[in-house]
């Protein structure tokens, strides 16, 4: 039973229901693959085994009672800006340092309701401003495919300890990419749903108008299953769908021949590597085998201006975000002043790590009198095209596919002297995060012994279609679950 942190999530269910083990000897093979990988890896800002212990004392009563779940039991790592009563939530920031939420997160009740158990809170780049989390204040974590390497970010801890059998599953958030890079780095499959599928109530902002949250799993199943789970309405946060959630499981393993693909151009261009460009286009003619119609000749002319768009209103949006921790009302405080005022400028000055302070300095600038209209405004504009351009691809394609990142793992501190290299590990995953599409990042193969993740982008609300093309790819391609040697 010493191997059980091997298992998916969906395997997992399997023997619980099965009582080939308990919920109790699952989380105690995880909390023991935790203590050993965890110096090595640092996936997590705080471990809470004994929580979990607790929690899955509970899950063996539900499943001995028949009201288990298919996330029962199941061990599962939450990013440390998803709001847990009683346990510390940092947001990987100094700032919150000793921060115990009164409160739980919508995502977080949902997950407890089915009866999952939280073995940790996940490392992050501080207020997920980051594409590596080396910016956290509790120490960077590392790729468990090889730990001179980066996991990516802002989720990295996430998918890093999906990747290292450190939880069966993972909650991350993505603005820009912080879910899809770090699946892509780490070679797990990571889904950013529709803005508005999932309720941000209870998540620490960043940028409030592409905040979203997802899971992070060994396979699209495990993923699916997670959606399900924590998807639909929020009285809490009026941007959430109304709507009904449809079963995201009900998609997985549908036939998709016939179904149209489309290859933006724009996605292709220098600077991917070749080996991941190798990648794309093997998994390209895979889903060609499947029976979709491929189409490489498809344009998206604003995709290039993603990037400044992004790197506009994510930080405009930051800045207004973080003006609460002023050291007054709660979280870290600097006294070393003669004031209130200097306590307060003391407070930020030494509370806030340096990406938070650029990207704080970025957003008051463009929203500043006179330029405005200038940065801020334009940008929205772009935005809105960018929306456009997108929904009309959607009259044509199913989805769209590119690469995650255009290249694999890179070198921990490699990128931290020049912000803007760090940026563009983004630059395929902010299209789609700008226009609030759902996209997911599904491992297909490697390039240099270190994973590649195949990007699929769908229509808005369009997530089980996006989980079917994933789903179908995944089997035929057999790259799921295959776990780096530590």
């Given amino acids: 039973m010493t191997d059980l942190w091997k298992l998916s999530a969906h395997q997992a269910h399997e023997g619980l229901r099965e009582r080939e083990f308990t919920a109790v000897e699952l989380t105690e093979s995880v909390l023991d693959r935790i203590e050993r990988v965890e110096p090595r890896v ?15 004392r509970e899950a063996d ?10 996330l029962t039991g199941i061990p599962v790592a939450v990013k440390d800006l998803i709001v847990t009563k009683g346990v510390r939530t940092t947001a990987g920031s100094k700032i919150l340092e000793n921060f115990v939420p009164p409160y739980d997160s919508h ?3 949902e997950m407890r309701r089915a009866g999952a158990v939280m073995v940790g809170k996940a490392n992050m780049d501080e207020f997920a401003m980051g594409s590596s989390t080396e910016h956290s204040a509790y120490g960077m974590s590392r790729n468990p495919w090889n730990t001179d390497l980066v996991p990516g970010g802002s989720s990295g801890g996430s998918a890093a300890a999906v990747a290292a059998g450190e939880a069966l599953i993972a909650l991350g958030s993505d603005t820009g990419g912080s879910i899809r890079q770090p699946a892509g780095f780490c070679g797990v499959v990571g889904l950013d749903p529709t803005y508005g599928r999932v309720s941000r109530y209870g998540v620490i902002a960043f940028g409030s108008s592409l905040d979203q949250v997802g899971p992070i799993g060994r396979d699209v199943e495990d993923v699916a299953t997670m959606l399900d789970c924590i998807a639909g309405h929020d009285d809490r946060d009026s941007t959430t769908n109304p709507e009904p959630k449809p079963d995201y499981r009900h998609y997985l393993g549908r036939d998709i021949r016939g179904m149209k693909v489309g290859v933006p151009k724009e996605y292709f261009v220098e ?3 070749p080996g991941v460009r190798a990648r794309i286009e093997e998994a390209l003619k895979q889903l060609g ?4 119609e491929i189409d ?11 990037l400044a768009v992004y790197y506009i209103i994510a930080p ?3 800045s207004a975000n973080l003006a609460r921790y002023d050291g007054v009302k709660y979280g870290y405080s600097d006294r070393s002043g003669s004031s209130m005022w200097e306590n307060m400028e003391q407070t930020r000055a030494t509370g806030f790590g340096a990406e938070v302070k650029r990207r ?5 600038y463009a929203l500043s009198a006179g330029y405005y209209d200038a940065y801020y405004l334009k940008a929205q504009k772009v935005r809105t095209l960018i929306n456009r351009e997108f929904e009309e691809a959607f009259k044509k394609y199913d989805v769209l596919v590119t690469p995650t990142v255009p290249g694999v793992a890179f070198a921990a501190g490699a990128k931290l002297e020049d912000p803007y290299a760090m940026y563009l590990n983004d630059i395929y995953t902010l299209p789609s995060a700008v226009a609030g599409l759902p996209a997911i990042s599904v491992p297909c193969g490697f390039s240099e012994g270190l994973p590649v993740g195949l990007h699929i982008i769908g229509n808005f609300w369009d997530e089980g279609r996006l989980l079917q093309v994933a789903h179908a790819y995944e089997q035929a391609a057999g790259f799921a679950n295959q776990l780096p040697e530590l």
């Fill in 42 to 56: 640092h996936s997590f800002i705080t471990v809470t085994a004994d929580l979990a212990l607790e929690q899955a």
């Fill in 61 to 70: 009563v539900k499943l001995g009672t028949g009201t288990a779940t298919p």
């Fill in 107 to 109: 995502v977080y009740e």
């Fill in 271 to 273: 600077g991917i590597e």
């Fill in 289 to 292: 085998a499947l029976g979709c």
């Fill in 296 to 306: 490489t000749e498809v344009s998206l002319p604003s995709t290039e201006h993603a």
């Fill in 316 to 318: 405009s949006e930051a």
């Fill in 360 to 364: 704080i300095m970025l957003g008051t």
